[in-house]
């Protein structure tokens, strides 16, 4: 299959590349249809009743798996390869749960408004990486979830298809590489948060 990544994507290792299920792939516009359908599937049972699990790790699998269990056989298992972004593969078990953990922290004890907690927990689950592929769209499912638990609307993610190359994706993905130096405003701004408000 022709793979030519966008900036901001991160490449599969050979052996990841070989868990790839329908065969009749041969293009990266054609993995990304397919895996779509993959995804809206997922959203619907993911969206089908009010959830309570969202901040735990064996959800997070599962969503994954379900996102992406009919194209890639490792779906909803961690990455055992290091990548140029994300933690090292062995501490992604552990640094999962401390997300989870802190995320229900930081909602229980209003430290952040609902909004800031899921753009903070969206920002960190794609700092860890935990997949070989999907992380960002995983991570933005889930952070749309766990608005959608505490009655606040989902984000609209600039407005644009964060999967192509463009003025919104190039915002997004600057938008994380601030905050990976903890400076969150250009994240906030992107997803619209009126902090002074909430």
Known sequence: MSRAEPVGNTPLDPDEAKGLIPTHIATLDELNEWEQAN????????FRRKRTDVLTVPFLLE????????????AGQT?????????HWWQIAESMANLCDDSSYWLANDVFSVDEAAARFHHRLTAIHPFPNGNGR??????????????????DWGLGDLRKVGDTRG?????????DQQDFSP????????????
């Open 79 to 87: 990455r055992t390869s290091e990548k140029t972004v994300g933690i």
């Open 171 to 179: 915002r997004y993905i600057a938008a994380l590489r601030s905050a």
């Open 39 to 46: 995804i809206v599937d997922a959203e619907r049972w993911a």
């Open 63 to 74: 969503l994954h798996r379900k996102m992406f269990g009919d194209t890639w056989q490792w």
């Open 138 to 155: 995983h991570a933005r499912l889930t952070a749309d979830l766990l608005l959608v638990t505490h009655g606040r609307p989902r984000f």
């Open 187 to 198: 994240l906030f701004e992107f997803l619209k948060l009126d902090l002074r408000t909430e």
